[in-house]
């Protein structure tokens, strides 16, 4: 626990004679009455050295109503009063007045929060966090949210008072004392001060020294200021948000919230602060006695005064603590007695302060939670009845039926091995480490339940243990009940052997071996089932299988019971190479099946190949546990000498180190018992033998690459690593893969066993057309022909290049006679380009990239006038992406005098 120091509210006066102020702090609250009807509570704490005094407030209670609410505490005022009122609030120190403030009001209806609000326009003056504090009005908010799948609410009540004085260079705490009768969870969170029904325009929080803090408890709601560094008056605000929890889940709902503006003077102090000695917190049961001391002391040898506020105090029973004023040190007694009624899922706080008599007193707080605990259910009994157990118990002291943490129900548990596991002081319901498992429910009232193992019979052998809790409405549980331990009868055969003994695909052979029933009291009754008795050994190929697969593959016959044995039998004919396979023993009396055993199936080994290891992994399905495996490895190939080279828990194993391509041989032997003493143990079971050839199947990774084009000389020039040197240590080879686009497959162009040389050059031509456009991926590829995944493709692009000029003369001189491209152009698959003169006719067109336009009509074959003609010129350019046209629009002037030009 934290613990601070802060001066004691009732010298106050000693640091508010220099402020001129009226109100310092406050809150709203409201209590559910019927219906939508609610009673809102304002309560607010006011200096008394100001004329200024409120008889009564108006409250907006956020549904469009407003009401004029009086003050109801307190007698009539003193004649020295200005005001006359006919309550004047009570006097709780040197020049503080608290005011309370009651009003009822029925809201419309659910569905929708409303925010309930105070304003009154005077503030203190002098704030130092509050810009023109004596400006601001004193403005205060409640939520209030009716929600038709909660049960109504009622805010929390705030027990301890929001003014307290702290020192220069204390640490200083406050806890508003939250108390939440209907158990409701409540987080706290710092706000900034409200006015005009707005934050603060330039509020800030109080200052403090460096390397310190200003924060609180989300939790438990404590206020920690490390530390004040000047004597002045602050302002904090608190924000308290309540969370239902919706009945039936375990999920809380916002339902509402209260903001404390809260006053905080700061002076200076020559004095030590006394201190509370850590206190725990803890768990009680109802009905129990919680009683323990509280101490605390004082370096000053003042005389003390120790309190203590919180939920106990207002429960019913109410919690005592007693202590009597005396020089340190000084102790207190916290004594409660919770019934039902306190019982819930979130603990009570409860907050301790001592406080000294010196000139300037200071105080310290220790704050505690307490959980109460409904008690556990009572005479849990369990009784055997054929494969199931029949539980019976007696219902908790906290059993109500209607409330708000009425009883729901019960929560039954069950290990399958006797543990009488018991719970911690604030350990409830059964946590999941105990190992026991949830199997059922009942609801209140019911106080038996069946167990049938989900309606698949219990197993003979197994000693089942089981624990049952209460389970309550608000998402609590009772502590754990002692625990019942209880083995079915004894009246039928139990499995305990199924174990390979020849691996083979004709010619395979399984153990299988069981122990007799028992006559002993409580267990086969042989006047009831009397002789002749048989055992029929039944098999299935495979894990669990449907109860027609089964067929008969040997049976015993015995005329008196004393003729029983523990009886094996060895199957042979069996597929075991491929197949495990599941037995029973059905038990017949006078012709009659009396029962059968649980299902055992034999261990069936699996084997995957990897690189210089085997990775083995197997099942098996038996009324028993296995608790240790041993994995066995054949010495030299066709020696059938095995020996143990590991164990384990689990029901896989890798072996390594091995040598690729060569076979190794490996059978599993399962260690296992049942959990009822009297059956032999341990039982060890032998799988099938499975035969695997170590190989590397696992590829190198991609080698890192790079892709560089260019395209004056038109060449890509791809680089690599040598993946060997970083992330493999057997590539053997490369391969390089190539696309013209990033939509078509990559398609091998190389391969090199040349580990070495790590650079390839590459042009490629598109239809006849060189290009260095195109997409690669480099992979490399070991000795075993695995080749790593293509994960990364780099592409590179071509930079086409195709220009036309603006004029001509086809003037028969063999110079500039026709019409071309300027040379060279590059990466360009095709054209469509058509020329009109200036009158929008076609005179020309052609999809070669080279024009060749000699300035005739096309269609008349006459030479075209001197002039200005129009092209449109659409450029097919080789791409990574495809072809993509680019289209070209201009003007060309022809000329057919035998001047020389410059194109």
């Not at 409200?194 to 020294?209: C, E, H, N, R």
């Not at 009772?478 to 039928?492: F, G, K, M, Q, T």
């Not at 590829?699 to 040598?722: A, E, H, L, R, Y």
Request: net charge negative.
């Amino acid at each position: 626990m934290r613990k601070f120091y802060i001066l004691l509210i009732f010298l106050l006066v000693s640091f508010t004679n220099i402020f001129a102020t009226h109100n310092r702090a406050g809150e709203i609250t409201y209590k559910h009455i019927s219906g939508y009807t609610y009673k809102i509570i304002v309560t607010t704490y006011a200096n008394t050295n100001t004329p200024t005094d409120q008889c009564e407030l108006t409250v907006y209670f956020g549904d469009g109503n407003n009401a004029t609410v009086p003050r109801i505490n307190g007698g009539p005022s003193p004649s020295t009063s200005t005001t006359s009122c006919p309550h004047y609030g009570v006097i709780i120190g040197a020049n503080t007045k608290l005011n309370i403030y009651e009003v009822t009001h029925t809201y419309p209806g659910p569905g929708q929060t409303y925010v309930i609000t105070m304003e009154d326009p005077n503030r203190n003056a002098d704030i130092c966090n509050i810009p023109g504090s004596v400006n601001q009005s004193f403005f205060l908010r409640t939520e209030l949210m009716i929600n038709p799948f909660l049960a109504p609410n009622s805010s929390p009540i705030l027990l301890n008072r929001p003014l307290d004085n702290a020192c220069v260079g204390e640490c200083f705490e406050h806890n508003p004392g939250a108390y939440d009768a209907e158990g409701d969870s409540l987080s706290y969170s710092l706000s900034v001060c409200y006015a005009d029904g707005v934050p603060i325009l330039g509020y800030t929080f109080p200052p403090i020294t460096p390397g310190g803090f200003i924060s609180i408890d989300p939790l438990r709601g404590d206020l920690i200021w490390c530390t004040p560094p000047t004597i002045c008056q602050y302002n904090v605000a608190i924000l308290i948000k309540e969370y239902k929890l919706l009945p039936g889940t375990k999920t809380r709902y916002f339902v509402g919230s209260i903001l404390r503006d809260m006053q905080i003077d700061v002076g200076a102090c020559n004095n030590n602060a006394p201190h509370i000695n850590a206190i725990n917190d803890t768990c009680i049961a109802v009905g129990s006695n919680l009683n323990f001391n509280v101490t605390a002391t004082d370096p000053n040898a003042n005389i003390l005064t120790l309190t203590a506020n919180g939920g106990p105090f207002q429960a019913s029973p109410a919690a005592s603590f007693t202590s009597i004023p005396k020089m340190s040190p000084v102790t207190g007694t916290f004594n409660w007695i919770p019934d039902c009624t306190a019982a819930q899922l979130l603990p009570f706080l409860v907050t301790f302060k001592v406080s000294d008599n010196a000139s300037t007193p200071l105080v310290d707080f220790q704050s505690m939670f307490i959980r109460v605990v409904s008690p556990a259910p009572t005479g849990l009994t369990a009784t055997p009845s054929g494969t199931s157990i029949i539980l019976n118990w007696n219902a908790p002291l906290c059993n109500a039926t209607t409330g708000p943490n009425r009883l729901k129900g019960y929560l039954i548990y069950r290990k399958d091995m006797c543990d009488p596991w018991v719970h911690g002081p604030c350990e409830t319901g059964v946590p999941s480490y105990t190992g026991y498992t949830l199997i059922g429910t009942t609801l209140n009232g019911v106080t038996t339940f069946t167990d049938n193992n989900n309606n698949q019979g219990l197993i003979q052998g197994v000693t089942y243990s089981y624990i049952v809790v209460a389970d309550y409405a608000d998402g609590s549980q009772s502590y754990a009940s002692s625990n019942i331990c209880r083995e079915l009868v004894r009246d039928i055969p139990i499995i305990t052997h199924v174990s390979v003994t020849a691996t083979d695909v004709n010619n395979g052979s399984i153990w299988t071996h069981w122990v007799k029933p028992l006559t002993t009291t409580g267990n086969l009754d042989t006047l009831v089932n009397p002789p002749p008795y048989e055992y029929r050994l039944m098999k299935a190929q495979g894990f669990n299988p449907s109860v027609n697969a089964y067929t008969q593959v040997s049976n015993y016959t015995y005329a008196a019971f004393w003729q029983l044995t523990d009886t094996g039998f060895v199957n042979t004919g069996l597929n075991t190479q491929d197949s495990a396979y599941t037995y029973r023993v059905d038990f017949y009396s006078n012709g009659l099946l009396k029962g059968s055993t649980h299902i055992a199936s034999s261990v069936y080994l699996s084997s995957t190949p990897a690189d210089n290891k085997v990775n083995l992994s197997w099942q098996e399905l038996v009324p028993w546990t296995n608790y240790k495996y041993f994995i066995y490895k054949e010495t030299t190939p066709g020696s059938t000498v095995f020996n143990i080279i590991d164990s384990t828990t689990s029901k896989t194993y890798v072996d390594t180190a091995l040598v690729n391509g060569r076979e190794y041989c490996y059978k599993i032997v399962s260690k296992g018992q049942y959990s009822d003493v009297a059956i032999p143990r341990p039982l060890y079971n032998s799988s099938e033998i499975k035969c695997e050839t170590a190989v590397d199947k696992i590829p190198p990774c991609q080698p890192k690459f790079t892709v560089t084009g260019d395209c004056d000389i038109m060449i890509n020039t791809i680089s690599w690593t040598n993946p060997n040197t970083y992330c493999s240590d057997d590539a053997v080879k490369y391969n390089i893969y190539f696309a013209q686009t990033v939509k078509e497959t990559l398609k091998l162009i190389y391969s090199s066993t040349d580990l070495n040389t790590t650079v390839f050059t590459h042009t490629d031509n598109y239809k006849d057309i060189p290009s260095i456009a195109g997409c690669y991926a480099v992979t490399a590829v070991d000795s075993f022909g695995n080749e790593s995944p293509v994960i990364t493709k780099l592409c590179t692009d071509n930079c086409p290049v195709y220009k036309l000029p603006n004029v001509f003369t086809p003037n028969g001189d063999n110079k500039n006679d026709f019409f071309t491209p300027l040379m060279p152009y590059r990466f360009v698959k095709d054209i469509e380009i058509k020329i009109y003169d200036r009158w929008g006719l076609l005179m020309f067109e052609t999809t070669n990239p080279d024009i060749m336009w000699d300035g005739g009509n096309q269609d008349t074959k006459k030479p075209c006038t001197d002039g200005t003609y129009f092209y449109v010129c659409v450029v097919n350019e080789i791409r990574v992406d495809g072809i993509q046209p680019k289209v070209l629009k201009g003007f060309i002037q022809l000329i057919k005098t035998k001047a020389v030009l410059n194109r």
